[in-house]
Each structure stands twice: as structure tokens, then as C-alpha cells.
């Protein structure tokens, strides 16, 4: 019995879960600027494939491309906290007071609420 497929899926499936809080934690803590961290690590793990047996190879290789795929997901998940759907994260205020834009704190800066992208029936 060849269990080389199930393995594969597991590892996918595995990947798709841990890589997804993964994204939203650093988006909350770093903000879309560290795109390149999973731009090296997942180029980094797709070399290494390169260079290790049959099933070490095929499991970099999910990883490297779970990496890949993670920088879309970081922008999008960017996207969504713009729209109120997720919080800020301290990521945000760097960035937001580096382009010398209000803080979140500043009472004078006004957030429209989530629920304003909520149609209502």
C-alpha cells in the first residue's frame, strides 16, 4: 500500500492551517511589511527541496509554496483590517506614524465603524 498520497495531503492541509494564523499574527504585529520574510523563507525552503531525498522534498516544497502563497494572503489580509473587519495591530501605528500620518490614538482621527460594510436585508 503506497501512503506517499495521503502524506502529501496531510501536509497540505496541515500547512493551509498553520500558515493561516500565521498571516494574521503578522499582519497584526508587523503590518504588510514583512512580505519579504515569507518571500525568503519560502524561496529558502523551495531550494532546500532541492537538495533532499523523495518525501523531505515534497514537504519543503509545500511548505516553500504555503510560504509563497502567504504574501497574497498577507495583502489581503492588509485589505481586510483596512475595511474594519480585523483590528489594528501595533504593525499599523509604525507605519501610520513613519508617514507621519495621526495615530489610532488621536481622538481627532475618526474610524468609520466595521458594521458600515455590513448590508443589512
Same mark, same amino acid.
Given at each position: 500500500m503506497d501512503t506517499q498520497g495521503i502524506i502529501i495531503g496531510a501536509a497540505v492541509f496541515i500547512a493551509?492551517? &498553520?500558515?493561516? *494564523?500565521?498571516? @494574521?499574527g503578522a499582519e497584526y504585529r508587523l503590518g504588510k511589511g514583512c512580505w519579504w520574510i515569507f518571500l525568503l523563507l519560502g524561496l529558502g525552503c @523551495?531550494?532546500? =527541496? #532541492?537538495?533532499? *531525498?523523495?518525501?523531505? =522534498?515534497? #514537504? /519543503?516544497?509545500? &511548505?516553500?509554496? =504555503?510560504? /509563497?502563497? %502567504?504574501?497574497?494572503? #498577507? #495583502? +489581503?489580509?492588509?485589505?481586510?483590517?483596512?475595511?474594519?473587519?480585523? *483590528?489594528?495591530? *501595533?504593525?499599523?501605528?509604525?507605519?501610520? %506614524? +513613519?508617514?507621519?500620518?495621526k495615530s489610532q490614538d488621536d481622538p481627532g482621527e475618526e474610524k468609520p465603524p466595521a458594521t458600515q460594510y455590513r448590508t443589512e436585508k
Open positions: 493551509i492551517g &498553520v500558515f493561516h *494564523p500565521i498571516v @494574521i @523551495i531550494g532546500g =527541496s #532541492l537538495f533532499v *531525498p523523495a518525501m523531505a =522534498s515534497i #514537504l /519543503l516544497g509545500v &511548505v516553500g509554496f =504555503s510560504c /509563497l502563497w %502567504s504574501i497574497h494572503e #498577507l #495583502l +489581503r489580509q492588509h485589505q481586510r483590517v483596512e475595511r474594519g473587519w480585523f *483590528p489594528e495591530g *501595533p504593525g499599523h501605528r509604525k507605519a501610520r %506614524s +513613519r508617514a507621519g500620518r
